[in-house]
Structure formats: C-alpha cells, structure tokens
C-alpha cells in the first residue's frame, strides 16, 4: 500500500483547484441567499439571518479567490523547481 510521493507542482495544483471548486460552490450559496433576500415575505428576522448567511458566503469567496491568486503568483516564481520540490 505504498502510495508514490506527490511533487510540490502537484500538491499545489491540487490546492488551486479545490480552492476555485469552494470559491464557485461559495458564489453559488450566495446567489440563492441573495435571490431569497429579494423575498419580501419573509420575516424581519429571516431575512436578517439571510443577509448574515450571505455575507459569509460572500465573504468566503472573496477569500477562496484571493487565496487561489496568491497562491498562483507565489508559484509563477517557483517554475524552476525540480520534481523534488527543493532543488
């Protein structure tokens, strides 16, 4: 059961793509928590707690996106690495 050891490169690209799949399922939750603020028969109460809710989501996406871009400019410098990660 030995499994091969990952690169640098592909931890890191693994890493990106999870963050842009959180940032789209982020951005998704806050378009339906935004669609349900829009409701207005909803209750002062409800509707605070949607607009908490999207907040966070909001919040979280912008976060998972400023992240992935870091991450992205950190390793543009990193293209000389060689598979051992540290070379």
Same mark, same amino acid.
């Given at each position: 059961?030995?499994?091969?050891?990952?690169?640098?490169?592909? *931890? #890191? /690209?693994? &890493?990106?793509?999870?963050?842009?799949? %959180? $940032? *789209?399922?982020?951005?998704?939750?806050?378009?339906?928590?935004? %669609?349900?603020?829009?409701?207005?028969? &909803?209750? $002062? /109460?409800?509707?605070?707690?949607?607009?908490?809710?999207?907040?966070?989501?909001?919040? !979280?996406?912008?976060?998972?996106?400023?992240?992935?871009? #870091?991450?992205?400019?950190?390793?543009?410098?990193?293209? !000389?690495?060689?598979? !051992?990660?540290?070379?």
């Amino acid at each position: 059961m030995n499994t091969p050891a990952r690169t640098i490169q592909e *931890i #890191a /690209h693994d &890493t990106l793509e999870d963050l842009e799949s %959180a $940032q *789209i399922a982020l951005r998704k939750v806050e378009a339906v928590l935004y %669609a349900a603020l829009a409701d207005k028969g &909803t209750s $002062q /109460h409800v509707r605070n707690l949607v607009d908490v809710a999207w907040n966070l989501a909001a919040d !979280g996406a912008n976060t998972a996106d400023c992240n992935r871009e #870091a991450i992205s400019a950190a390793l543009s410098g990193c293209a !000389g690495l060689g598979a !051992g990660g540290d070379e």
